[in-house]
């Protein structure tokens, strides 16, 4: 299923060194996510995007910066993370029509800090 | 209070068991629900919306009641391949896109 990519898969990185997740959606939706999964803690929603504009932002850290250049492509800048933010990132997307707003996800990004 | 609620399991089942699993949300303004599925290092998927009436998808029932703000998935005739984490979603009155997860329950189903 191709319908919401995302690289990379795996990533390592130091807390100094600056990276980016990419995802890419297929489905022709218009609202685009990031989650959070930790170990042993429900998925966490950090940014919601709506026709490229951010609608909601979860009190997450500076240090993550997302970025929407159009509906189909969100990124997630990494910088000078911490090791408490090794988790999956997962993106989703979903149509912004119809009441049920049902969300479709990406593999996700298996983020180690050291 | 947790906004979604589950039972964290495992429940442990044999092939051909029924299973229910059950749910609860704390905003009573909620107005769409999900049931999802995820398999161990994997994404969620989305296994079915669930509607005011309740609805069937072969095997699996989902059950809403909002009086009591409860939801709740059936799985008849369990599939060692229905093995994986159920995760209830909420999407949340006034963020109309803001879905809040359980934590999820995690089925087991042996042989």
């Known amino acids: 299923e191709t319908g919401v990519t995302q690289t990379p898969r795996h990533l390592v990185m130091g807390m100094t060194n600056k990276k980016s997740l990419k995802c890419e959606q297929h489905l022709g939706h218009n609202a685009m996510y990031w989650y959070k999964q930790s170990a042993k803690k429900p998925l966490e929603l950090m940014f919601v995007y709506n026709f490229k504009e951010q609608t909601e932002n979860n009190s997450v850290p500076s240090r993550f910066s997302p970025e929407c250049p159009n509906s189909s492509h969100l990124f997630l800048h990494l910088h000078t993370l911490q090791p408490e933010d090794s988790a999956l990132y997962l993106c989703?997307?979903?149509?912004?029509?119809?009441?049920?707003?049902?969300?479709?996800f990406g593999p996700g990004t298996r983020l180690t800090v050291t | 209070r947790k906004e979604v609620e589950q039972d964290p399991g495992p429940f442990n089942v044999p092939e051909g068991a029924t299973v229910a699993f059950n749910c609860t949300y704390s905003n009573s303004a909620s107005q769409s629900f999900f049931w999802y599925r995820q398999d161990c290092r994997k994404e969620p998927k989305l296994l079915m919306s669930?509607?005011?009436s309740g609805n069937e998808d072969g095997r699996f029932t989902a059950q809403l009641n909002r009086a009591s703000q409860y939801i709740s998935l059936l799985i008849r005739d369990s599939k060692l391949s229905d093995s994986a984490t159920y995760l209830c979603v909420v999407n949340l009155s006034g963020g109309y896109n803001k879905l809040i997860f359980g934590a999820g329950t995690r089925l087991a189903v042996h042989p």
């Open positions: 669930v509607y005011s």
């Open positions: 989703a997307s979903s149509p912004l029509f119809g009441q049920l707003y049902e969300q479709y």
